[in-house]
C-alpha cells in the first residue's frame, strides 16, 4: 500500500513516541492496527463487490448474446418451415391436377 521501509517506521516510531507519550503510545497503536484492519476489510468487501458485478454483467451480455442467436436460429426455422410448407402446397395442387386429368370419368 505504502513504501514505508524500516527506517522511516522508526522515526514514525519515535515521533509518535514523543507526541503522544509513553502512557498513551499502546493504545492509540491498539486503535491504529484496529482501524487499519478495518480499512482493509472494506476494501476487500469493496472489490468483491466490484467483481461481482462485473461477473454479474459478463453473464448479462452472454444472455443477451444467446437471446440473439436464438431469436435468428428461430427466424431461420420459420423461413425453412414457410419454404417446405410452400413446397408441399405446390406438390399437392400438382397431385390433385395430375389425379383429376388422369382419373376416369365416373
Known sequence: MFDVGFSEMVVIAIVALIVIGPERLPAVARTVGTLLGRIRRYTS???AEVNRELQLEEV???QRDLAEQAQKLEKGVRTEIDVVTAVASDADQVLSV???IHSPPK
Open 60 to 62: 448479462r451480455k452472454m
Open 98 to 100: 395430375d389425379n383429376s
Open 45 to 47: 468487501d469493496v472489490k
